[in-house]
């Protein structure tokens, strides 16, 4: 299986100050296809995961553009700008090109 | 509206049988992959099995030979059969739309507790 490894594992971060998480894969994420599906998910306390970027770097629906995604190959990284109180959860990275999906170990954010 | 609702999650004893549904609205579950992934307590998310267009099952390693996937689309819905149960099989199970190597739905999770 794919491993993902998120760094770091906890982030505690100042309201309006800038965070970022690191997620690196055992191997390529380069489909066959020339994609590479590598996603990011929010996961608030008590509710289910939310999807926030797809294939590297495409927000989602909704998703205010403080986050953004960015990487290549096995080296990703989601940024947040401006951390806001609603920023507060569990982030994952997960990888789809190869099965079984696989997720990093999760990044609990949450605020100084 | 998409929308995901899982049922069926309880206690059950070590060895036992439970099925789990997934009931999807606002589309057509027989035109996406579906599939379930599973997030055991205080811990990550884990991809359990996942069914694709076409009937074509896959299954993660740990429970591979013991869950089935399945799906009705008259009913659009899909299920989850759990056979012997194992203590570590205790989990929220998430019932998600696999859309393009991605899960952009999930449902709000079905408690399933493997206990004596």
């Known amino acids: 299986d794919v491993v993902m490894t998120q760094s770091p594992l906890s982030l505690p971060v100042t309201l309006g100050q800038p965070a970022s998480i690191s997620c690196r894969s055992s191997q390529s994420l380069v489909n066959s296809d020339g994609n590479t599906y590598l996603n990011w998910f929010q996961q608030r306390p008590g509710q289910s995961p939310r999807r926030l970027i797809y294939?590297?770097?495409n927000r989602d629906s909704g998703v205010p553009d403080r986050f953004s995604g960015s990487g290549s190959g096995t080296d990703f990284t989601l940024n947040i700008s401006r951390v806001e109180a609603e920023d507060v959860g569990i982030y994952y990275c997960?990888?789809?090109?190869?099965?079984?999906?696989?997720f990093g170990q999760g990044t609990k954010v949450e605020i100084k | 509206e998409v929308r995901l609702v899982e049922s069926g999650g309880g206690l059950i004893q070590p060895g036992g049988s439970l099925r789990l549904s997934c009931a999807a609205s606002?589309?057509?579950?027989?035109?996406?992959?579906m599939g379930w992934v599973r997030q055991a307590p205080g811990k990550g998310l884990e991809s359990v099995s996942i069914l694709s267009r076409d009937g074509t099952s896959y299954y993660a390693d740990p429970v591979r030979g013991r869950f089935i996937v399945s799906r009705d689309n008259s009913k659009n819905t899909l299920y989850l059969q759990m056979n012997t149960v194992r203590a570590d099989d205790t989990a929220v199970y998430y019932c998600?739309?696999?859309?393009?190597?991605?899960?952009?739905?999930w449902g709000q999770g079905a408690l399933v507790t493997v206990s004596s």
């Open positions: 294939k590297v770097s």
């Open positions: 997960m990888q789809g090109t190869h099965w079984p999906r696989t």
């Open positions: 998600v739309r696999d859309n393009w190597y991605s899960f952009d739905y």
């Open positions: 606002g589309f057509s579950i027989s035109t996406y992959y």
